[in-house]
């Protein structure tokens, strides 16, 4: 009944830039944290960056300073805006989110979007 669905993945070229976006759906009494994983062919899958409902961002140190997170908690959407995008940031973007559904939390995954940076 509740889902993340991911969208604005690509091709780019390095230096570009691109914004993906992540909806929520279904039943939902609030969302805690959200975030974005990547997962690279051959490489476990990875945090990218997070956000707390009180809008507190964390990056991993790759993308800091050329990614940023965001969320609109009225559209139930978290965004990533990727820029100065490297052949290293080719990936798979996963979105996740803790949900509050009384009486439990419930962790979601996307399907992934994937992002391709050539060069």
């Known amino acids: 009944q509740v889902q993340l669905v991911e969208s604005g993945g690509g091709l780019v070229q390095a230096g570009g830039s691109l914004t993906l976006s992540c909806a929520a759906s279904?039943?939902?009494?609030?969302?805690?944290?959200m975030g974005w994983y990547r997962q690279a062919p051959g490489k476990q899958r990875e945090l990218v960056a997070t956000?707390?409902?009180?809008?507190?961002?964390n990056y991993a140190d790759s993308v800091k300073g050329r990614f940023t997170i965001s969320r609109d908690n009225a559209k139930k959407k978290v965004y990533l805006q990727m820029n100065s995008l490297k052949a290293e940031d080719t990936a798979v973007y996963y979105c996740?989110?803790?949900?509050?559904?009384?009486?439990?939390?419930?962790?979601?995954w996307g399907q992934g979007t994937l992002v391709t940076v050539s060069s």
């Open positions: 996740n989110a803790e949900f509050w559904i009384p009486p439990r939390f419930l962790e979601v």
């Open positions: 279904g039943v939902i009494f609030s969302i805690n944290t």
């Open positions: 956000i707390t409902s009180g809008g507190s961002t």
